[in-house]
């Protein structure tokens, strides 16, 4: 079965501490993932894929096929990283269709 | 980027109406688009995949009859909610890919808040 997983509702840090958003995947096959932002009234956009492996606004995420892991990280948070994060699939083809996993919320405080 | 637009972004219905949603991407034209569900406090939930001219794919357990899907232009996709309940209050929320930027990436609508009295 398809699924996304992120174990963590809400991740608290510090401001300037280091930050892992967790998620896991299960899916047969190749998938390509995904991680998506939600900043506070504004609309879900992308944050990072796993084909570019760029990184972006200071995030990284890595792909772990061993693990089935595509965990988010960024050395240093800042406040403005608060928001909701949401881990996605797309399946073989990469269709467009998402499968996302519950969202995790990060709060960076000052 | 793309701008995928939804319109409303909120609506009151009562109970037992229809209530449409519309989902155009405005600098595109997108030949699939997605519409998904979301609970309070929960993720997003794919219900089904908008094909242009030519019937919606819907996932297990979304009732077609219920959120009935149109695509009939490659810019505009509906979604009607028919015959309302309050257990169909839900914020759902449309994507559609830019085939021009190598389809990879999926732009979201605003969303569209839906409560039924």
């Known amino acids: 079965a398809q699924r996304v997983t992120q174990p963590e509702k809400l991740l608290s840090v510090f401001k300037g501490a280091p930050v892992e958003l967790k998620c896991n995947y299960s899916?047969?096959?190749?998938?390509?993932l995904f991680w998506y932002v939600q900043y506070s009234r504004q609309r879900l956009q992308l944050l990072l894929r796993?084909?570019s492996r760029e990184s972006i606004k200071g995030f990284t995420a890595d792909l772990n096929k061993g693990e089935t892991s595509f965990h988010l990280k960024k050395p240093f948070a800042q406040e403005e990283d608060s928001a909701m994060y949401y881990c996605?699939?797309?399946?073989?083809?990469?269709?467009?269709?998402?499968?996302f996993g519950q969202g995790t919320t990060l709060q960076v405080k000052p | 980027g793309a701008v995928v637009s939804q319109h409303p972004s909120r609506v009151i219905c009562k109970s037992g109406t229809s209530v449409k949603i519309e989902c155009r991407s405005l600098?595109?034209?997108?030949?699939?688009m997605f519409w998904y569900r979301q609970f309070p406090k929960q993720s997003l939930m794919l219900m089904a995949t908008?094909?242009?001219?030519?019937?919606?794919?819907?996932e297990q357990g979304v009732e077609k009859d219920k959120f009935l899907i149109n695509h009939a232009s490659l810019t505009l996709s509906t979604l009607t909610v028919t015959s309302a309940h309050p257990e169909d209050s839900s914020f759902y929320i449309c994507?559609?890919?830019?085939?021009?930027?190598?389809?990879?990436?999926?732009?979201f609508g605003q969303g569209t808040r839906l409560t039924v009295v």
């Open positions: 994507s559609a890919r830019d085939p021009t930027q190598g389809n990879t990436e999926a732009f």
């Open positions: 899916y047969s096959g190749s998938p390509e």
């Open positions: 796993h084909i």
């Open positions: 996605a699939l797309s399946g073989r083809g990469n269709t467009g269709k998402l499968i």
């Open positions: 600098d595109f034209q997108a030949t699939t």
């Open positions: 908008s094909n242009e001219g030519s019937k919606a794919t819907y």
